[in-house]
């Protein structure tokens, strides 16, 4: 069984099992082989017990409009944390086997299980808010759904933690057997109560299962100085911790054309893992193993496919003067609010982004290729420029497009996004496209922002506007939303067309489809956390220097550096973001990449580096010298020169065993394979079962 990554070098390779991705817990578990085959060595669920009933508005994430939405039932809005929600266990299943079955089929597959933990708040209808109303401080306006709780006062904060997080530990550690914890906004948490609630989750693990915990902390914020959030959640000196949390930086930044990134995503990745490396007043932890991990997607933000998307689509609308012009003005209005400038930027990109999904469906060959390689890209990215690890949110690994809410819509209790349509699309395809364009175009008029900017374009651009609109209704009505699908019903009836307002056909998304994606990076995300677990151990100072080396921009060299103990320790991985097509990694390239640590090392411009390395210069040579002389990991669709090879034989000659190589590297170079090559991933089943069919109605 694979060893715990505490216990080996503490690099988290975390995959996120979203539940609303799944019909039920059963379905999760017979997921778990599949995922341990990815090469992840943890895996972590959002919260599945009982949710609020509490409605607020909601736009639409996956086109940015405003449909004013009712939506309840957050997974981080729990109102009854000892129920299990009914969407995922039914009321006559045996909740504590289905949760021991989850876990210990998780550890079999060696993942260490994690469950989300959300200590600030719990839904704002929840028994609790009753029972213990000293317990609660008044509700947000912001956040109407939940009510956090008042943990300002000691003598309260003591009293919550004992009466009623000491007991939820005890059932999710103790009796569901999980053996980690995602800390969900743990930066807004005093350190008293976290300091507590972190103790007892280490000393619970330790006492049930004998081994050490992981605690994650989501540490995501915008405003708040990086000092200030420091000074909040760094606690007193002690082992019993944080042990990861997350960085943002390989999500939200965007690297230069050299591969650099920029300065600030370098510094919010040594904060954050200052945050759980330090105690408090900056004294280091000196025997932690541990620190910073970034994510591929995440549930409040794009998936990586989505994300990629929307990058190409901001490519692409500089083709149109027109829009592109309103894209900036929405920019520069809402600089100052990140919600409605995400929202509003991408209504006006939505046409694009729609037209790239299509290309990419259809196999179209430049768009596909072009994606494929940046999805590579951030991939690799995410993993290798962070100190320990990084996350990846299901379905990214199939270039999955869809958003993952956390919440269902209120009337209704579907999914946001519906895994259903109606069945009048299929059936008068021409008729219902008139309607969606007649009541976008009503509901654009009625929208304050869009309608001075949609006034102002020529008819087919206001065709391009009005397709974020046409894909809100539409997914309005595949969810029932009564006034919507009122109007739609009575339009569409003027038009002679007969109609069954309940007349839904199944449209999953699931693992055995893939979620309807049609790209498959399995393989290549395996080959990535293969390498992460032969890396040097997350401990001590941290930097990851990116740069991109041949003229195509497809070969990646991540240099990762570790200061410990005044010892400075380098190693080099890299990627082929198009491993289909083999590149030759030869002495050139090698040389460029001496070169280009050397220049950004010491802010220099490469000639005068190549000028100082010919005149012998000490600091250059012996940085170059670190660079030829570091473990190499290498991706797959990478070969080394004859004259690369000769230089490391010997090397691996003598230690064949070294955990400096990947075995990939050793395959390249000796012949010889220092693991067994991994088992294939399982293959799954394209159609759900009956069980499954009846539990999505």
Known sequence: MPEHPLETNGILI????????YTDITAMTRDLQRVAALGFNAVWWQSMAKTGECAIEMFDRKTGVFCNTPVSGSLYGISEHHRLDPRFAPASSNVVELMRHLTREAKKHGLVPLFDLVLNHVAADSPLCEQHR???????????????????????CDEIIDKFWRPYLELYIGEYGFDGIRSDMAWRINKYPRQRIYALAHDLVRKYHDCSAIIFDEALYKGPPHQEVLDRVQTPLSERGATHTTAAGA??????????????????????SQMVSHGEGGIVRETYLGGSINFSGNHDELSLAGLVIEEMARERIKSSPDLLCIYRELEERFHDNDEKRHAYCRQVLYQFIQDIEREIYRGQANTRE??????????AIAAFTSKAGWYLLCGD???????????????????????????????????????????????IQNEQVMREYYQRLSHPLRACLRQAYKKTLKTLVHADESEVVEDFFERIKRQGVPYKQGDYRPAFRCVENHWCARQDFSEFIRQINLILKKLRPARGDFSCEVFKLDQTGKVWAFVRTTHENNQKEVEIV??????????????KMQDDLCVFVAARAYQKEAGEVIRLLLSEDPAITQQVAQIKQAGYFLGEGLVLSPEIQKRVRQDLLQATTSRSFSPTFFRRLSGRLAEQPPEPIPSLR?????AEVRSMH
Not at 14 to 21: A, C, D, K
Not at 413 to 439: C, G, I, N, S, T
């Open 14 to 21: 975390l995959y996120n099992m979203f539940p609303y991705q």
């Open 134 to 156: 000293e317990w609660f401080l008044p509700i947000d306006p912001l956040y109407p759904d939940v009510r956090p709780f008042n943990y300002e006062n000691q003598a309260i």
């Open 251 to 272: 999500y939200f930044a965007s690297p230069s054309w050299t591969g650099e990134m920029p300065y600030w995503s370098k510094y919010d990745e040594q904060v954050k």
């Open 370 to 379: 072009v994606f494929e390689k940046r999805v590579h890209e951030k991939i």
């Open 397 to 443: 690994e199939y270039g999955d497009t869809s958003v993952k809410s956390v919440f269902r819509h209120s009337k209704t209790q579907e999914d946001f996004y519906p895994h259903r349509k109606h069945k009048v699309f299929d059936l008068f395809p021409d008729e219902a496209e008139a309607v969606l364009e007649d009541m976008a175009e009503s509901f």
């Open 574 to 587: 890299l990627i082929n973001t198009s491993p289909k097509q083999t590149i030759c990694f030869d002495k």
């Open 686 to 690: 394209v159609e759900p079962t009956h």
